[in-house]
């Protein structure tokens, strides 16, 4: 079995928890997230949005709540029957297909937007991933990215982050059927992005396409030793345009040369 349909297989079994996750996110926090996103992309009533690996739907129902025209695909047929069943309980009408994020059944130019979130860490050609989000967004349209350095501490110790007290994840907490949370580190041995920092890569990535504005807000959290680390961050950029990037600005407690000359403007958060 090829390690794209175990990473497929694997969040089959984790749809119907990770569902109720999404309905307990939506519930504390989906007006945040929906205001988050709208902000980087200029989202608007009737704009055609493309939510990539959209699992049970986070994105695809905060924003079709603002009024936008979405579509959300995702590679598990699981996934998307819990999307839509959820999109249902909205009253929300919402396209919902099962598609390949590395290789889409979009025309070049069909969005005004494109949004993932928590998607190119368990990909296994995630550049080919920005490479058709890229080519199905019309010119001038926005793209949002939101990832983090999940598994990173498995070929780097210093990404191994200290427990926060009291705080227990929604993996944890909504692990219908008793999940084996085992199968999916030892798939992220074998995802490239597992091996490299991010959002490093992803500017690095974008820098090599049809794309400026690259922006990047991160959230840093301290590792074992109390060294600040980039653990989760979004990236947001523009198809088209001049070629300009945003103005560079460094970031509290960065590292030394974590980031490639082309990067744009980042923008620390505290978690």
């Known amino acids: 079995m090829q390690l794209s349909e175990e990473v497929r297989g694997y969040w089959d079994m984790r749809s119907a928890g990770f569902s109720d996750a999404v309905i ?48 959300g695909i995702d590679a598990s047929g699981r996934m998307i029957a819990e999307a839509r069943e959820n999109a249902g309980r909205f009253g929300l009408d919402i396209d919902l297909r099962v598609m390949d994020a590395q290789k889409m ?75 084996d949370f085992g199968i999916i580190e030892r798939l992220a041995e074998g995802l490239p992005l597992s091996r490299l920092d991010r959002p490093q890569w992803d500017f690095g990535t974008l820098c090599q396409m049809n794309v400026s504005d690259i922006c990047a807000d991160i959230v840093r959290r301290p590792n074992s030793a109390g060294e600040p680390m980039i653990a989760s961050f979004s990236v947001s950029f523009t198809k088209g345009g001049d070629g300009s990037i945003c103005s560079q600005q460094r970031c509290p407690n960065r590292p030394k040369r974590t980031a490639p000359r082309r990067w744009s403007r980042i923008t620390a958060l505290t978690s």
Not at 37 to 53: E, F, H, N, Q, W
Not at 54 to 65: K, T, W
Not at 128 to 154: H, I, T
């Open 105 to 179: 059944d979009f025309p070049d130019g069909t969005f005004d937007a494109v949004v993932s979130r928590s998607v190119l860490w368990c990909l296994e050609k995630p550049g080919q991933a920005y490479s058709e989000m890229v080519r199905v967004l019309r010119p001038g349209g926005r793209g949002y990215v939101s990832d983090g350095n999940y598994y990173r501490r498995l070929f780097d110790g210093r990404y191994a982050f200290r427990p926060e007290p009291g705080c227990v994840g929604n993996h944890e907490r909504f692990n219908r059927g008793n999940v």
């Open 24 to 71: 307990d996110e939506l519930g504390t926090h989906g007006g945040e997230i929906a205001r988050r996103v709208i902000a980087k992309t200029g989202i608007y009533p009737g704009s055609r949005v493309l939510d990539v690996g959209c699992g049970p739907g986070l994105l695809s129902i905060v924003l079709a709540r603002e009024g936008a025209d979405v579509t």
